[in-house]
């Protein structure tokens, strides 16, 4: 930390392949990637299935705004005002399902892990090289475009966004040698905003 304290106190923990955090709305997992003999690893955030209330239901039962709306979003029945009972599952939605961003930096093989990306809403992965410098990418411990696009579709992401793209060659390029395998591909641009 050089010089002085942090403002905040600091404590550092290895990380291990498995949960890193449970925030109750979505979890943050890590896993092993392989990159030049380091200690490297890719996150998954996911968020919890959800409930949603239903209004038309809520309104036709007669459940008004408040504290009691929580309560049945929770799952708990709750008694109203005028003695009935409502059950949740009478004013809850069908469940939706979760959403996943899968988050892979620098890595010299794609083995492995579809597994951890499957499903993704998005993967945002390295692109360094195009598939024709493949012997330079694996010197150097990157992915080409070509291969990020074979575990996209391979793992049944929805969306590929690239990164760490080498300057040698235009986005333009990478997008395209993306897309011959897998078309719902982007590159990713600063201050992107994508919504799942």
Same mark, same amino acid.
């Given at each position: ?11 550092l923990v290895p990380l291990a392949t498995g949960q890193v955090l =449970? ?15 380091? *200690? %490297? ?18 309104? +036709? ?10 309560? @049945? ?7 109203l005002a005028d003695g009935s009972t409502i059950e949740a599952e009478d004013v809850l939605g ?16 794609? *083995? ?6 499957? *499903?993704? *809403? ?12 493949? %012997?330079? +990418? ?9 291969? +990020? ?5 391979? +793992?049944?992401?929805?969306? @590929? ?22 078309? =719902? ?12």
């Amino acid at each position: 930390m050089g010089e002085g304290h942090a403002p905040i106190p600091i404590e550092l923990v290895p990380l291990a392949t498995g949960q890193v955090l =449970n925030a109750d709305d979505f979890t943050i997992g890590c896993f092993p990637i392989r990159h030049r003999d380091t *200690d %490297s690893f890719g996150f998954s955030f996911e968020s919890q299935i959800r409930r949603h209330l239903r209004p038309d239901r809520l309104a +036709a039962l007669g459940v008004p705004d408040g504290p009691v709306r929580k309560e @049945l979003a929770e799952g708990r029945p709750v008694t109203l005002a005028d003695g009935s009972t409502i059950e949740a599952e009478d004013v809850l939605g069908p469940p939706e399902g979760r959403k996943k961003v899968a988050i892979v930096g620098d890595t010299e093989t794609a *083995d492995d892990l579809a597994e951890h990306v499957r *499903d993704a *809403d998005v993967l945002v992965i390295e692109a360094t090289f195009l598939q024709r410098d493949a %012997s330079i +990418a694996r010197d150097y411990g990157h992915l080409t475009a070509a291969e +990020a696009a074979a575990l996209a579709a391979t +793992a049944g992401v929805k969306l @590929l966004v690239l990164t760490h793209i080498s300057g040698r060659y235009p986005d333009e390029e990478i997008l395209e040698e993306a897309r011959k395998t897998f078309a =719902n591909s982007r590159v990713a641009v600063d201050f992107d905003r994508i919504v799942i």
